[in-house]
C-alpha cells in the first residue's frame, strides 16, 4: 500500500491541531478514569461488547491494514470513530512508552468525563459528514 492510498483509507482523519489535542487529552483523562482500552484488540472487544463510546485510531500505523476492520466494526455497532496523526503521541497520551494504534474510550455512567466524551463524539460525527 502506497502512502497516497495509506491516506485515503485513513478517513475520517482529525486534522485540526485543536481537536487533535482535544482528542489526546480526553485518553489522557479516560486513561486516569479507567474507561480507556489501549490496543486494535482490545479496542476491537469493546466495541463487540457495547461498551465503546468512541474509538481513535491512528494514521500513521503501518501497515495500515490491521486496524483497517475497527471502522467496519464500529459502523456495524453505531461507535464513530477518527484517525489522529500519530501513533506515537496516542502512546504517550494513554501513558506508556510505546505506541499505540487504537484505543478506545469505554462508557461509565457514574463518570465525570461522559460530558466530554460526548462532546468529542458529536465532533468526531460531524467530521464524517
Same mark, same amino acid.
Given at each position: +500500500?502506497?502512502?497516497?492510498? =495509506?491516506?485515503?483509507a ?12 482535544e ?5 489522557q483523562?479516560?486513561? &486516569? ?7 486494535a484488540?482490545? !479496542?476491537?472487544?469493546? *466495541?463487540n461488547?457495547?461498551?465503546?463510546e ?9 501497515? #495500515?491494514? *490491521?486496524? @483497517? &476492520?475497527?471502522? #467496519?466494526?464500529?459502523?456495524?455497532? =453505531? ?9 506515537? !503521541? @496516542?502512546?504517550?497520551?494513554?501513558g506508556?512508552?510505546?505506541?499505540? *494504534?487504537a484505543?478506545?474510550?469505554?462508557? =461509565?455512567?457514574?463518570?465525570d468525563? =461522559?460530558?466530554? *466524551? ?8 460531524? @467530521?464524517? +459528514?
Amino acid at each position: +500500500m502506497s502512502a497516497a492510498q =495509506n491516506e485515503s483509507a485513513a478517513w475520517p482523519k482529525a486534522e485540526d491541531p485543536a481537536l487533535v489535542q482535544e482528542l489526546l487529552d480526553c485518553v489522557q483523562q479516560a486513561s &486516569h478514569y479507567r474507561q480507556l482500552k489501549k490496543g486494535a484488540n482490545e !479496542a476491537t472487544k469493546s *466495541i463487540n461488547r457495547g461498551t465503546s463510546e468512541l474509538v481513535i485510531l491512528a494514521a500513521d500505523t503501518q501497515p #495500515l491494514s *490491521i486496524v @483497517l &476492520h475497527i471502522p #467496519l466494526i464500529g459502523e456495524e455497532k =453505531n461507535v464513530p470513530y477518527v484517525y489522529v496523526p500519530s501513533k506515537v !503521541a @496516542l502512546g504517550r497520551a494513554c501513558g506508556v512508552s510505546r505506541a499505540v *494504534i487504537a484505543v478506545s474510550l469505554t462508557s =461509565n455512567e457514574a463518570s465525570d468525563l =461522559n460530558s466530554k *466524551i460526548r462532546a468529542l463524539r458529536d465532533k468526531v460525527e460531524r @467530521l464524517a +459528514m
